[in-house]
């Protein structure tokens, strides 16, 4: 079985930086503080999975004053996203560890019901598929996990559109691969999502 590594893609949360979107109804400190409780659940999540190296892919740098304060697990490797759009940033990071003879799963840090078990299952997934995908209900993705990589699945996507899961299925099935697709979840990232998170988080 190949190493499954896990990479995480999240925003420094911060006030005015993070979960902008939730600011009308919690404030910026208030959505900063949310995403800093679901950075540390998501991160705890790909931890407890136990399927191979943790890595989170921050922005902006880690050395910024945005994360002091930020509590990151010794564990957890960590490295700037770098520039380019989301696909860009998606595409670097999974070759890069495709080509190391690993498999990934990249994830954000917006779904209310990521879990450690949801991460095994997926890496399971991959033992016997090309690409395992956890839609959003959005019409975005919470989990793409692939074997392989090939630029097209990141290239010339309308990112935060709701075609984004059903463009990347199509991709998918155009390169000939084998694909699972997972149960919808659900992000949080607009005020009607709030009612998903637990009353303490916020």
Known sequence: MKPVRII???????????????????????????????????????????????????????????????????????ADQGGGDLGERLARAAQRALERGETVLLIGTDCIEMSALLLRDAAATLECNDA?????????????????????????????????ARETIKRIGLLGWSLETGPQLHDVDRPGDLKRIPADWL
């Open 132 to 164: 395992v995908i956890y839609p959003a209900a959005d019409g975005g993705y919470v989990l793409l996990g692939l074997a392989s990589f090939h630029p097209s699945l990141f290239n010339d996507i309308a990112w935060s559109t709701e075609s984004v």
């Open 8 to 78: 995480i893609f999240a925003k420094a949360p911060q006030p005015g930086f993070a979960k902008t979107r939730l600011i009308p109804v919690l404030g910026p400190e208030g959505a900063a503080k949310l995403a800093c409780r679901m950075l540390q659940h998501t991160l705890a999540c790909a931890v407890d999975a136990a399927v191979g190296p943790v890595e989170l892919r921050v922005m902006p740098e880690i050395a910024s004053p945005a994360w002091l304060g930020t509590e990151i697990a010794q564990e957890i490797e960590i």
